[in-house]
T-cell receptor, first 112, second 111 residues
Framework: DSGVTQTPKHLITATGQRVTLRCSPR?????VYWYQQSLDQGLQFLIQ???????AKGNILERFSAQQFPDLHSELNLSSLELGDSALYFC???????????FGQGTRLTVV | SQKIEQNSEALNIQEGKTATLTCNYT??????LQWYRQDPGRGPVFLLL?????KEKRKERLKVTFDTTLKQSLFHITASQPADSATYLC??????????FGAGTQVVVTP
């Protein structure tokens, strides 16, 4: 158990809908990362937060947004969902930047 | 654009031998390089971290080297075991902490 909790574990939704994925980092970790992993692709970096502030952005679609709350948990919002958004979404956390990252078990999103 | 390249072909190796994986990068000046292990359907698990001013790091049967001139890291698993079968990911982070991953190399260790 990495100590990073992601909910829900599985999510099935229809095209055009909006979903929210939640991540609780390890206790004391200030940095949170979000990644997307499709079947035919590796881990794609989406966004990073550090102590509540956005720190780095990857190729995150405009339909996607995220935030980190004062209690350090984070949410990833995906809207106007398309079939191609079906993937595993991972959250990871680290104490500070540039230290080992701990990954959650992921949320498997299926868009039908 | 920044690229992190790992061998896309699976590495098949006999138990007891040493597996060597390669990670090459371009258009990047990483402050840190990390290696992770990922099993199917699960989140990556951290293995080793090496800093830009370090040449080599070891942990039990694992060894990583980092050559910033060649822009390459080598990851070795010595005395490999079937339980080492997994996908191994190379990850680079800059000074801001943005952690980007390569596509990974699958390792299959046969008894």
């Amino acid at each position: 158990d990495s100590g990073v909790t992601q909910t829900p574990k599985h999510l099935i939704t229809a095209t055009g809908q909006r979903v929210t994925l939640r991540c609780s980092p390890r206790s004391g970790d200030l940095s949170v990362y979000w990644y997307q992993q499709s079947l035919d692709q590796g881990l794609q970096f989406l966004i990073q937060y550090y102590n509540g502030e956005e720190r780095a952005k990857g190729n995150i679609l405009e339909r996607f947004s995220a935030q980190q709350f004062p209690d350090l948990h984070s949410e990833l919002n995906l809207s106007s969902l398309e079939l191609g958004d079906s993937a595993l979404y991972f959250c990871a956390s680290s104490v500070i930047m540039n230290t080992e990252a701990f990954f959650g078990q992921g949320t498997r999103l299926t868009v039908v | 654009s920044q690229k992190i390249e790992q061998n896309s072909e699976a590495l098949n190796i006999q138990e007891g031998k040493t597996a060597t994986l390669t990670c090459n990068y371009t258009n990047y000046s990483p402050a840190y390089l990390q290696w992770y292990r990922q099993d199917p359907g699960r989140g990556p698990v951290f293995l080793l971290l090496i800093r830009e001013n370090e040449k080599e790091k070891r942990k039990e049967r694992l060894k990583v080297t980092f050559d910033t001139t060649l822009k390459q890291s080598l990851f070795h698993i010595t005395a490999s075991q079937p339980a080492d079968s997994a996908t191994y990911l190379c990850a680079l982070s800059d000074s801001w902490g943005k952690l980007q991953f390569g596509a990974g190399t699958q390792v299959v260790v046969t008894p």
